[in-house]
């Protein structure tokens, strides 16, 4: 087999991987052999967190309308293992970001993220950079001819962003989560293959991760020019995401767990971090 067809091989079977189970298997071969046990779980209104034996702790978005809420014998069994969860092994957690299961994935994914930021102290990134502190809006260098599709609305970004690009679209289920004047800007779920497909610019929030299609949305973005995750559970090992398409990570490095998982049972939101973690932008080698 020659070196093009081993690549197209490679690629080809990545390509039927999900970014998310790909994620999950290069930590198994990482850190498998560790007794790495999960230490807390705590679901917020607006984030899960979750902290693993070596003291790090993983964010990620809480979803809402829930569909897997209790009500019954039947959905409590499809719902969170309550007081099951503290003392099992955190790549077993870490499944749950497989889930159908809303809640199951939002812990899956912070307990991915716990382990990821273990990964990457301990191996760092490779070739990709690392800058502290910078925002991930200014990491993708957006300029005034671009055309910017974003999923989630970010409010930050859009404030940002509004009046200084040439186009600004943004995709979320939530129509009212946007403002009256930014309204104009809107575009349903539904549109969200054609709009990314003709942006030059895509940002991803984090919570796509817990929301689920991240996959579909990295193939409709595959011609843009820079394509962006963002937000505190935006925190993965890198490679996998790398290797699909996204070319800036804008997530968090959290600097005070403890204090952290109190936020996030106190109803915290991303605004609520900035005391306890850092703003941390990995870029794609060769950006």
């Not at 003392?87 to 299961?101: I, K, N, P, V």
């Not at 409709?220 to 995401?241: C, E, I, L, N």
């Amino acid at each position: 087999m020659t070196q093009a067809q081993v690549v197209g091989a490679e690629q080809a079977a990545k390509s039927h991987v999900t970014v998310m189970q790909a994620w999950l298997d290069e930590l198994k071969r990482g850190l498998d052999s560790q007794l790495l046990l999960t230490n807390a779980v705590r679901v917020g209104v607006f984030y899960t967190a979750a902290q693993i034996s070596s003291g790090h702790v993983g964010v990620a978005f809480t979803p809402r309308d829930l569909a897997d809420t209790v009500c019954c014998p039947k959905s409590a069994a499809q719902g969170l293992p309550v007081g099951k969860m503290i003392g099992r092994r955190a790549l077993e957690l870490a499944e749950f970001g497989l889930s159908q299961s809303p809640l199951r994935r939002a812990v899956g994914t912070a307990v991915l993220n716990a382990l990821s930021a273990l990964a990457i102290e301990r191996w760092g990134v490779g070739g990709a950079e690392t800058r502290v502190g910078v925002d991930a809006l200014a990491a993708a260098e957006v300029g005034e001819g671009d055309s910017v599709a974003m999923v989630g609305a970010f409010a930050p970004f859009i404030r940002k962003l509004r009046g200084k690009v040439a186009r600004l679209r943004v995709i979320d289920k939530h129509r009212d989560t946007l403002k009256p004047e930014e309204l104009e800007f809107w575009r349903p779920p539904e549109e969200a293959v054609p709009v990314l497909s003709d942006a030059s610019v895509v940002l991803i929030t984090g919570s796509a991760l817990v929301e689920g299609g991240l996959d579909e949305l990295l193939a409709a973005a595959s011609g843009a020019r820079r394509v962006v995750m963002a937000g505190p559970t935006a925190s993965p090992w890198p490679p996998p995401f790398f290797e699909r398409g996204v070319d800036i990570l804008g997530g968090i490095r959290v600097r005070d767990g403890f204090a952290l998982l109190n936020l996030v049972s106190e109803g915290g939101s991303g605004y609520s971090f900035e005391s306890v973690a850092e703003k941390v932008c990995i870029i794609r080698p060769g950006l």
